[in-house]
């Protein structure tokens, strides 16, 4: 959440010095800045009325199309052949008879609740930070030792600059929101669930564009996303405690956020307040990064052994519902390995909202891992391992699931 505020970039990008003709949008957004400001909650870290407003009209300017009485029916004939075939291949039950159609704007909408337990811990984490750094909120600008006279005075100016700091953080998610958007196939296209109840929802214009642009046919991506879909919302209906655990190790990642104050203050003595440069070279020289300890390397590696372990489920239980049902089943496996390894919207989305970097790796030893004991369980007693999280594999067992197995069956 490092980026300059949306409209104050100290030139138009190409180098060339400030155009003065500008001066009266950028006063205005100045001005929408402090409405939010003064509107937003004191409370709160992040606004999220701002983020839902700047999303949407993010979205609405790239252009989002209402969702046709076609698509919608081909929406509720993919999901309803996909949990005919997931009948076959897990023991799970069907988590809702109905399915959704969404747009970019009704995906957001119908998702930005449950983004919340994912965003607001980092966020906070980062804020409580910067507060610490500031102590009292004078010790960085030098006036320590201000009457406190003046002090009274300046209180209000600090809370004003907490406000805008949240309402500008909503500004950055939001856009940040409007990216992803442009990418999600489905609601659960980031292995997490992202309804509240659970039904499947797909976004079929852009699965239309992803089809068409890997030149595949968009009735069998339609329904291989459906399958997907419908099997992360069994998943997640029947095991609610999955949501929690990503949220947990988010939060305990969070816990642990600090940066090295003596270095960053040592730094602020060199600035020259009339030289703009020399705050930009601050700025990129990585002094406000924060370093990561032993105890967030843990969290990062429990959440990215989660969302493997999910992954790696869905993809396995899905490969077994479509078997050689599709024609271009290989085709699409592939295609869609592909996009997970290259950074596909999970990716993404831990990185540019929630500020985790996760690799995309470990998936294939999951499903490898699912395959293995499912020859050895059966589907039934394979789906009870996600019962708990007491239950679930480690990384060692991931690529060893012989130890796993013999493990189970010694309890």
């Given amino acids: 959440m490092n980026q300059i505020p949306f409209g104050f970039t100290p030139n138009n990008g190409d180098g060339k010095p400030f155009d003065m003709t500008s001066l009266g949008a950028m006063l205005e957004q100045l001005g929408a800045m402090m409405q939010r400001a003064d509107d937003a909650d004191s409370d709160s870290t992040v606004s999220w009325s701002t983020i839902e407003e700047s999303a949407r009209k993010a979205i609405s300017a790239a252009g989002d199309p209402s969702i046709t009485p076609a698509q919608i029916k081909a929406v509720n004939d993919a999901v309803h052949m996909a949990q005919i075939w997931l009948d076959e291949s897990t023991s799970l039950p069907i988590s809702s008879t109905n399915s959704y159609a969404w747009s970019s704007t009704e995906w957001l909408l119908a998702t930005l609740q449950q983004w919340k337990p994912l ?16 102590a009292d909120g004078s010790e960085l600008a030098g006036l320590e030792n201000i009457p406190p006279e003046m002090k009274s005075m300046m209180e209000p100016l600090m809370a004003m600059a907490k406000k805008m700091s949240s309402v500008t953080t909503g500004l950055q998610i939001g856009q940040g929101f409007a990216e992803l958007s442009k990418e999600m196939l489905s609601a659960g296209d980031i292995s997490v ?3 509240s109840d659970f039904v499947p929802a797909l976004l079929p214009q852009h699965i239309h564009d992803f089809a068409t642009s890997h030149e595949l046919p968009v009735s069998e991506v339609m329904v291989f996303v459906a399958v997907r879909e419908a099997a992360i919302q069994r998943l997640f209906s029947h095991h609610a405690w999955l949501r929690n655990e990503v949220a947990d190790s988010i939060a305990r990642y969070a816990r642990g956020i600090s940066i090295d104050h003596d270095h960053i203050k040592q730094a602020m003595e060199g ?6 440069e020399s705050m930009q070279q601050l700025m990129s020289s990585g002094v406000f990064q924060t370093p990561t300890t032993p105890e967030q390397q843990n969290a990062l590696n429990a959440l990215e052994l989660t969302l493997a372990i999910v992954e790696g489920w869905v993809s396995y239980v899905s490969s077994e519902a479509i078997g050689n049902r599709l024609g271009s089943a290989a085709a699409l496996v592939e295609t869609f390995n592909r996009r997970r390894a290259s950074g596909g919207p999970a990716e993404k989305a831990f990185a540019n909202l929630v500020g985790l970097e996760l690799r995309p790796r470990l998936v294939r030893d999951a499903m490898s891992f699912w395959a293995a004991v499912t020859a050895e369980l059966g589907v039934a007693k394979r789906d009870e391992i996600l019962n708990h999280p007491d239950f679930l594999p480690t990384l060692e067992d991931l690529t060893d699931p012989d130890s796993f197995l013999a493990r189970l069956s010694a309890e």
């Fill in 271 to 276: 600035i020259d307040p009339s030289d703009p």
């Fill in 193 to 195: 669930s992202l309804t």
């Fill in 119 to 134: 965003i607001n811990p980092v966020a906070e984490g980062l804020s409580n930070t910067v507060s610490s750094l500031t």
